[in-house]
Protein backbone atom coordinates (compact mmCIF):
# COMPACT_ATOMS: atom_id res chain seq x y z
CA UNK A 1 0.00 0.00 0.00
CA UNK A 2 2.64 2.56 0.83
CA UNK A 3 4.29 2.02 -2.63
CA UNK A 4 1.15 3.33 -4.02
CA UNK A 5 1.10 6.45 -1.82
CA UNK A 6 4.85 7.07 -3.18
CA UNK A 7 3.99 6.75 -7.04
CA UNK A 8 0.74 8.81 -6.54
CA UNK A 9 3.35 11.51 -4.74
CA UNK A 10 5.66 11.30 -7.58
CA UNK A 11 3.31 11.91 -10.22
CA UNK A 12 1.59 14.79 -8.23
CA UNK A 13 5.28 16.51 -7.79
CA UNK A 14 5.65 16.02 -11.62
CA UNK A 15 2.05 17.58 -12.29
CA UNK A 16 2.50 20.37 -10.17
CA UNK A 17 6.10 21.06 -11.29
CA UNK A 18 4.30 21.39 -14.99
CA UNK A 19 2.15 23.79 -14.18
CA UNK A 20 4.09 25.98 -11.72
CA UNK A 21 6.34 26.77 -14.81
CA UNK A 22 3.57 26.76 -17.34
CA UNK A 23 2.19 29.80 -15.23
CA UNK A 24 5.63 30.87 -14.79
CA UNK A 25 6.42 31.37 -18.33
CA UNK A 26 2.51 32.90 -19.26
CA UNK A 27 3.47 35.64 -16.34
CA UNK A 28 7.09 36.01 -17.93
CA UNK A 29 5.10 36.93 -21.10
CA UNK A 30 3.31 40.00 -18.93
CA UNK A 31 6.35 41.54 -17.26
CA UNK A 32 7.03 44.29 -19.76
CA UNK A 33 3.24 45.45 -19.14
CA UNK A 34 3.02 45.30 -15.73
CA UNK A 35 6.26 44.57 -13.68
CA UNK A 36 4.60 45.30 -10.28
CA UNK A 37 2.05 42.63 -10.33
CA UNK A 38 4.13 40.49 -11.88
CA UNK A 39 6.42 40.77 -8.91
CA UNK A 40 3.74 40.54 -6.59
CA UNK A 41 2.30 36.92 -8.37
CA UNK A 42 5.89 35.52 -8.55
CA UNK A 43 6.11 36.26 -4.77
CA UNK A 44 3.04 34.23 -3.98
CA UNK A 45 4.10 31.40 -6.34
CA UNK A 46 7.37 30.98 -4.42
CA UNK A 47 4.79 30.92 -1.33
CA UNK A 48 2.79 28.39 -3.00
CA UNK A 49 5.53 26.47 -4.36
CA UNK A 50 7.15 26.12 -0.51
CA UNK A 51 4.09 25.35 1.00
CA UNK A 52 3.93 22.39 -1.82
CA UNK A 53 7.01 21.31 -1.19
CA UNK A 54 6.18 20.79 2.61
CA UNK A 55 3.13 19.29 2.42
CA UNK A 56 4.96 16.49 -0.12
CA UNK A 57 7.49 16.46 2.55
CA UNK A 58 5.14 15.45 5.21
CA UNK A 59 3.37 13.25 2.83
CA UNK A 60 6.40 11.49 2.23
CA UNK A 61 7.36 11.01 5.88
CA UNK A 62 3.66 9.44 6.26
CA UNK A 63 4.06 7.01 3.77
CA UNK A 64 7.66 5.81 4.92
CA UNK A 65 6.55 5.20 8.52
CA UNK A 66 3.54 3.08 6.72
CA UNK A 67 6.08 1.20 5.08
CA UNK A 68 7.68 0.43 8.01
CA UNK A 69 4.78 -0.05 9.85
CA UNK A 70 3.32 -2.45 6.85
CA UNK A 71 7.03 -4.28 6.64
CA UNK A 72 6.97 -5.03 10.79
CA UNK A 73 3.50 -6.31 10.43
CA UNK A 74 4.45 -8.69 7.29
CA UNK A 75 7.44 -9.95 9.54
CA UNK A 76 5.87 -10.66 12.39
CA UNK A 77 2.55 -12.40 10.65
CA UNK A 78 5.49 -14.34 8.42
CA UNK A 79 8.09 -15.83 11.13
CA UNK A 80 4.59 -16.25 14.30
CA UNK A 81 5.25 -20.35 14.56
CA UNK A 82 1.44 -21.67 14.61
CA UNK A 83 0.00 -22.90 17.91
CA UNK A 84 -0.34 -26.73 16.54
CA UNK A 85 3.15 -26.70 14.45
CA UNK A 86 5.07 -25.67 17.94
CA UNK A 87 2.66 -28.26 20.30
CA UNK A 88 3.55 -30.91 17.30
CA UNK A 89 7.13 -30.26 17.32
CA UNK A 90 7.50 -30.44 21.30
CA UNK A 91 5.17 -34.05 21.12
CA UNK A 92 7.76 -35.23 18.43
CA UNK A 93 10.92 -34.31 20.31
CA UNK A 94 9.13 -35.87 23.51
CA UNK A 95 8.63 -39.25 21.69
CA UNK A 96 12.33 -39.33 20.66
CA UNK A 97 13.13 -38.95 23.89
CA UNK A 98 11.08 -41.08 25.45
CA UNK A 99 12.33 -44.42 22.93
CA UNK A 100 15.67 -43.50 23.39
CA UNK A 101 15.49 -43.60 27.33
CA UNK A 102 12.83 -46.20 27.81
CA UNK A 103 11.88 -48.24 24.98
CA UNK A 104 15.64 -48.39 24.03
CA UNK A 105 17.71 -47.40 26.34
CA UNK A 106 21.25 -47.49 25.12
CA UNK A 107 20.77 -48.97 21.84
CA UNK A 108 20.45 -46.13 18.98
CA UNK A 109 21.15 -42.80 19.20
CA UNK A 110 18.88 -40.35 18.86
CA UNK A 111 18.26 -39.13 15.27
CA UNK A 112 16.36 -35.55 14.89
CA UNK A 113 16.04 -34.82 11.99
Not at 11 to 33: C, N, P, R, Y
Not at 41 to 49: A, Y
Request: charged letters at 25%; hydrophobic letters at 40%.
Amino acid sequence: MASVGFRWLDILEKEFDKAFVDLDLTIGELDSEEPDIVYNVRQRLCSLSSCFAQLTHKAQTIFQNSAKIEHSQWNEENHRIPHATTENGINVIGDKLFRATVINPGKNPIKWA
